[in-house]
C-alpha cells in the first residue's frame, strides 16, 4: 500500500501563486491532481505518467498550472500560477499501479487532501 502526503495548500488572493507537493511512500506508475469543490463532484486537474513524463491537464487549468515529477523522491508538485476564485477546492494526489493517466477517479492510493482558498 503506498501512502500519499499532500502539503502546500492555504488560502491565497486571485491572481496569485501556490505549489502543491504530494510525497509517496513508494512508486507509482501514474500520478494526478483532483480537486472538489464544496457541493461538487471531484474533478480532475493534471496527471503525469512517471516514465516518459507525459502530462495531461483540465482545460480550465491548462496554461496556468504545471504539474511535475522527482522520481528520486517519489514525488509530484504542482505549481498554480494565475489563481482564480473558481480554483478553490480541496485538491487531492492520487496514485495508480499501472501506466496511464485518467480523467476519472480510478486510482489506486488517494492522499487525504489539502485545501486551497482563493479570494479577495
Known amino acids: 500500500q503506498v501512502q500519499l502526503v499532500e502539503s502546500g495548500g492555504g488560502s491565497v488572493q486571485p491572481g496569485d501563486s501556490l505549489r502543491l507537493s504530494c510525497a509517496a511512500s513508494?512508486?507509482?506508475?501514474?500520478m494526478s491532481w483532483f480537486r472538489q469543490a464544496p457541493g461538487k463532484e471531484r474533478e480532475f486537474v493534471a496527471g503525469i505518467n512517471w516514465s516518459e513524463s507525459s502530462t495531461l491537464y483540465a482545460d480550465s487549468v491548462k496554461g496556468r498550472f504545471t504539474i511535475s515529477r522527482d522520481n528520486a523522491k517519489n514525488s509530484v508538485s504542482l505549481q498554480m500560477n494565475r489563481l482564480k476564485p473558481e480554483d478553490t477546492a480541496v485538491y487531492y494526489c492520487a496514485g495508480r499501479n499501472i501506466y496511464g493517466i485518467r480523467t476519472y477517479p480510478d486510482y489506486d492510493f488517494w492522499g487525504q487532501g489539502t485545501q486551497v482558498t482563493v479570494s479577495s
Open positions: 513508494g512508486r507509482t506508475y501514474a
